[in-house]
């Protein structure tokens, strides 16, 4: 470098630092446009007032000084406030006095311009529970009782959710390929928007599976003579008609053939003639069938003297049968 270029370097220096000193000041009094999203802020609502509308964010687009706009912008989160609120669905318009603004800055547009708010007074109100059953048990098992506890519970939320409200439901609950009684503790399914349980007890739920049972009836089952009967003695009835229940599998498979009913003649004696009540005894029914009813429920057993002669198996059976 030159020497006379050494001597003016101070003055090119100080040169520079004063054009940017004016550029700055320039800069700094230019007024700008600069858009920025605020949040919208309500008044406190009461403690059982619910807000059921969303807040949107609001765009501000604001003019000014550029260097003000920076500071606030940094200095402060801007916020957009409604002065108040009223109880239901109300449309509220953003008006430029619901935004501090420093001096020399001006509020050029709102979007959007009207918002809508929705407030309303929280309610309580007990209800009936019931339980939310899926699909079916499988073939061959029926549905039984179904038992909730607490049969009732309580549930808040806006009137506009309550209003028709009776009965709500618990989560799903399936059925499917359950072949014995289900137990579950589940929670409420609740479908309106803004509700909740007012406690949060468990809702036990208990659902009766049995295998599926039937009846059915049994016409013309022979009836059987057992023992060492006397030879005067005589069975007045020959076949009875039965009722039975049970599984349906074992049920409809069940045939007359395979049942045995029959009555002892062991305590019948020639020498005490006369008619006798007889109640027939009823086995080889399968496991899980029961009878329900027969018909006649009980049988005649004529015991005759030693010079009657007896009648024959085949008039016995015909009597029966008539």
């Given at each position: 470098m030159t020497p006379q270029r050494r001597r003016n370097l101070p003055a090119v220096i100080l040169s520079f630092v004063l054009t940017l000193i004016l550029f700055l000041l320039v800069d700094a009094e230019r007024r700008d446009i600069q858009t920025m999203v605020v949040p919208l802020e309500l008044p406190a609502l009461d403690e059982e007032q619910m807000l059921l509308s969303p807040l949107p964010e609001i765009s501000l687009t604001l003019e000014g000084r550029r260097?003000?706009?920076?500071?606030?912008?940094?200095?402060?989160?801007?916020?957009?406030?409604?002065?108040?609120?009223?109880?239901?669905?109300?449309?509220?318009?953003?008006?430029?006095?619901?935004?501090?603004?420093?001096?020399?800055?001006?509020?050029?547009?709102?979007?959007?311009?009207?918002?809508?708010?929705?407030?309303?007074?929280?309610?309580?109100?007990?209800?009936?529970?019931?339980?939310?059953?899926?699909?079916?048990?499988?073939?061959?098992?029926?549905?039984?009782?179904?038992?909730?506890?607490?049969?009732?519970?309580?549930?808040?939320?806006?009137?506009?959710?309550?209003?028709?409200?009776?009965?709500?439901?618990?989560?799903?609950?399936?059925?499917?390929?359950?072949?014995?009684?289900?137990?579950?503790?589940?929670?409420?399914?609740?479908?309106?928007?803004?509700?909740?349980?007012?406690?949060?007890?468990?809702?036990?739920?208990?659902?009766?599976?049995?295998?599926?049972e039937t009846v059915r009836v049994l016409e013309a089952v022979p009836v059987e003579r057992l023992g060492s009967w006397p030879s005067t003695a005589s069975v007045e009835v020959g076949a009875v008609r039965l009722r039975v229940r049970g599984p349906r599998s074992l049920v409809e498979r069940l045939e007359t053939e395979e049942v045995f009913v029959s009555v002892s003649l062991d305590q019948f004696d020639s020498s005490r003639p006369g008619t006798y009540t007889v109640a027939p005894a009823v086995r080889n029914l399968p496991e899980g069938i029961e009878v329900m009813d027969l018909q006649p429920r009980d049988v005649r057993v004529r015991v005759a003297e030693h010079e009657e002669a007896p009648e024959s198996d085949d008039e016995t059976g015909e009597e029966g049968d008539e």
């Open positions: 260097n003000v706009l920076r500071r606030w912008s940094l200095a402060e989160t801007p916020s957009l406030k409604l002065p108040e609120i009223h109880e239901g669905e109300h449309d509220y318009t953003l008006r430029d006095a619901q935004i501090r603004l420093p001096a020399g800055v001006t509020l050029r547009s709102i979007v959007p311009a009207t918002v809508r708010i929705h407030v309303e007074t929280r309610e309580r109100r007990m209800v009936a529970v019931r339980a939310n059953l899926r699909g079916s048990p499988p073939e061959g098992y029926e549905l039984g009782d179904i038992d909730v506890q607490p049969a009732r519970v309580e549930v808040s939320g806006p009137r506009s959710s309550l209003e028709g409200l009776d009965t709500v439901f618990t989560q799903t609950i399936s059925l499917s390929q359950q072949r014995s009684t289900v137990e579950r503790e589940v929670d409420l399914a609740l479908h309106r928007p803004f509700l909740s349980r007012t406690d949060d007890s468990a809702i036990r739920v208990r659902v009766d599976i049995s295998v599926e």
